[in-house]
């Protein structure tokens, strides 16, 4: 399989799971919308397969759209601008990684955003109830080297160049106009990672407001799939979405769980994914990695 360029490297990000998901959503979709994008794994995946006819990346962190827009549309400038910042840091000075979050939470710099996320703790960002970044630095690298770097980056423009639209706000208003032919992808925050004193995001989404935004989806007959739950272990992560929604639940094995891992431990990840009413669900619904990288599961 041709490797997909990944220039912002989340914690969460569904980069290993894109062809799990992609295996069981439908062929025909024109406009692709991934309204809590971040790293915006299933529309690089989507782009490099050719699966839809032009995208729409969205999200409520103006930082990361910006981002985004200068990576896809000025791809020079902030390879440049991030190999600046990352040139900067010797190896000795480890108050330069604090020094580049000031930067970043006064400016809101799409550069140091970019240094950040790809040095700090497990590449798991932090916010604190004011919208500043505050994950701390993982001393043991350096982060993704400036040729490397590059090299995603461009990537990720010719893939996206001319076929995107960004937009900020809200999923609800981001995704607003989608119709029947096209297709919505959800990855929102899990309930247990957005609020409390280190919030993993930088707003919390109510459960409320997805149920009303999904509800108008399927009164208007978008095709969606959703991210939304899952557990690692007997950890469970999000509550259960209300049956009258008419969605089919998958159940994705995503392997060893990394956190799990980094604290002596063996557990196995299973996430969920919620197909609308008006898709048809596989027989299995429970899949894994291996399984659906050979084979297509959707009917």
Known sequence: ???IPHPIPYQGSKRKLAPVIYSVIPRDIRFFYEPFA???AMTLFMAENNAAERFVIGDKFPSIIKLWEMMVNSPDQIIEQYSLIWQGFDGENHKYFNEIRDLYNETKEPAALLYLVCRCVKNAVRFN???KFTQSADKRRKGMSPEK????IEGASKLLKGRVEFRIGDWKDTSRD???PDFVYMDP????????KDKRYH??????????GLESFNKKDIRFALSYDGMTGDKEYGPALPENLGMSRLLINAGQSSQATLNGLRAETVESLYLSENIKA?????LNLKSTQQEELFP
Do not use: C, F, H, W
């Open 189 to 196: 925050p899990y309930l247990g990672t957005t609020i409390g």
């Open 38 to 40: 971040g790293s915006a």
């Open 178 to 180: 989608a119709e029947s």
């Open 129 to 131: 109830s004011k919208g």
């Open 1 to 3: 399989m041709k490797k």
């Open 203 to 212: 707003e919390q989404l109510e459960v409320d407001s997805l149920v009303s």
């Open 149 to 152: 770097m590059a090299a995603a």
């Open 282 to 286: 596989p027989k299995n619904t429970r």
